[in-house]
Protein backbone atom coordinates (compact mmCIF):
# COMPACT_ATOMS: atom_id res chain seq x y z
CA UNK A 1 0.00 0.00 0.00
CA UNK A 2 1.11 3.76 -0.82
CA UNK A 3 1.69 5.30 2.44
CA UNK A 4 2.92 8.63 1.42
CA UNK A 5 3.79 11.78 3.48
CA UNK A 6 6.97 9.45 4.89
CA UNK A 7 10.40 11.28 5.46
CA UNK A 8 14.00 9.94 5.68
CA UNK A 9 15.98 12.32 8.19
CA UNK A 10 16.82 12.25 11.70
CA UNK A 11 13.85 13.60 13.11
CA UNK A 12 10.88 12.32 11.40
CA UNK A 13 10.06 8.63 12.51
CA UNK A 14 7.85 10.01 15.49
CA UNK A 15 5.63 11.65 12.51
CA UNK A 16 6.42 8.52 10.00
CA UNK A 17 4.94 6.80 12.66
CA UNK A 18 1.98 8.17 12.84
CA UNK A 19 1.14 9.01 9.54
CA UNK A 20 1.53 4.73 9.11
CA UNK A 21 -0.68 4.08 12.19
CA UNK A 22 -3.87 6.77 11.16
CA UNK A 23 -3.49 4.71 7.53
CA UNK A 24 -3.54 1.38 9.03
CA UNK A 25 -6.67 2.09 11.46
CA UNK A 26 -8.25 3.96 7.91
CA UNK A 27 -8.00 0.54 6.36
CA UNK A 28 -8.48 -1.42 9.19
CA UNK A 29 -4.78 -2.89 9.34
CA UNK A 30 -3.99 -3.77 12.70
CA UNK A 31 -0.27 -4.91 14.34
CA UNK A 32 1.89 -3.57 12.13
CA UNK A 33 5.50 -2.87 12.72
CA UNK A 34 4.27 1.21 13.28
CA UNK A 35 1.56 -0.09 15.36
CA UNK A 36 3.29 -2.07 17.58
CA UNK A 37 5.75 0.31 18.46
CA UNK A 38 3.36 3.30 18.84
CA UNK A 39 1.52 1.17 21.46
CA UNK A 40 4.21 0.07 23.35
CA UNK A 41 4.75 1.04 26.93
CA UNK A 42 8.21 0.35 28.88
CA UNK A 43 8.85 1.49 31.96
CA UNK A 44 6.32 4.42 31.98
CA UNK A 45 7.16 5.52 28.88
CA UNK A 46 4.31 5.41 25.56
CA UNK A 47 5.81 7.68 23.60
CA UNK A 48 8.11 5.13 21.23
CA UNK A 49 7.84 4.89 17.32
CA UNK A 50 9.40 3.03 14.48
CA UNK A 51 12.71 4.88 13.17
CA UNK A 52 12.92 6.94 9.96
CA UNK A 53 15.90 5.02 7.75
CA UNK A 54 18.33 7.50 8.98
CA UNK A 55 17.47 7.10 12.72
CA UNK A 56 17.80 3.24 11.94
CA UNK A 57 20.92 4.26 10.49
CA UNK A 58 22.54 5.81 13.39
CA UNK A 59 21.58 3.08 15.94
CA UNK A 60 23.32 0.86 13.44
CA UNK A 61 26.75 3.08 13.58
CA UNK A 62 26.46 4.26 17.43
CA UNK A 63 24.87 1.30 18.69
CA UNK A 64 25.41 -2.06 16.72
CA UNK A 65 28.96 -1.19 15.51
CA UNK A 66 29.56 -0.86 18.77
CA UNK A 67 28.35 -3.88 20.48
CA UNK A 68 25.69 -1.90 22.22
CA UNK A 69 21.97 -2.43 22.32
CA UNK A 70 21.77 -6.49 21.61
CA UNK A 71 21.34 -5.60 18.02
CA UNK A 72 21.21 -9.37 16.13
CA UNK A 73 22.51 -9.27 12.37
CA UNK A 74 19.27 -9.49 10.65
CA UNK A 75 17.21 -7.10 8.98
CA UNK A 76 15.36 -3.99 10.46
CA UNK A 77 12.37 -2.02 9.14
CA UNK A 78 12.24 1.81 8.91
CA UNK A 79 9.40 4.05 9.09
CA UNK A 80 10.19 5.67 5.63
CA UNK A 81 8.95 4.63 2.41
CA UNK A 82 11.11 3.92 -0.41
CA UNK A 83 8.32 3.54 -3.04
CA UNK A 84 4.81 3.13 -3.72
CA UNK A 85 5.06 -0.82 -2.72
CA UNK A 86 8.43 -0.73 -1.01
CA UNK A 87 10.21 0.85 2.62
CA UNK A 88 13.52 1.31 3.66
CA UNK A 89 15.20 -1.77 6.06
CA UNK A 90 18.44 -2.15 6.92
CA UNK A 91 21.01 -4.99 7.13
CA UNK A 92 22.48 -5.04 10.30
CA UNK A 93 24.79 -7.79 9.80
CA UNK A 94 26.48 -5.36 7.27
CA UNK A 95 24.83 -1.46 7.77
CA UNK A 96 23.66 -1.63 3.98
CA UNK A 97 20.10 -0.01 3.53
CA UNK A 98 17.52 -1.20 0.87
CA UNK A 99 14.31 -0.50 -0.68
CA UNK A 100 12.76 -3.99 0.14
CA UNK A 101 10.20 -5.37 -2.46
CA UNK A 102 7.13 -5.13 -0.71
CA UNK A 103 5.51 -4.08 2.75
CA UNK A 104 4.28 -8.03 3.56
CA UNK A 105 8.42 -9.20 4.57
CA UNK A 106 8.95 -10.30 8.21
CA UNK A 107 11.71 -8.24 9.03
CA UNK A 108 13.04 -6.88 12.94
CA UNK A 109 12.06 -4.02 14.63
CA UNK A 110 13.32 -2.23 17.07
CA UNK A 111 11.35 0.72 18.96
CA UNK A 112 12.63 4.03 19.72
CA UNK A 113 11.90 6.96 21.59
CA UNK A 114 13.78 10.54 21.19
CA UNK A 115 15.24 12.36 24.06
Keep these: KDVSGTGTAVGTGKRNTQIIVAFCRNIGELDRAAEL???LEVNGYDDWFLPSKDELNLMYTNL????LGEFSNSWYWSSS????????????SNGSQYVS????NTY???AVRAF
Design 37 to 39: CDA
Design 64 to 67: KQKG
Design 81 to 92: QGSTYGSWYQDF
Design 108 to 110: SVR
Design 101 to 104: LGKH
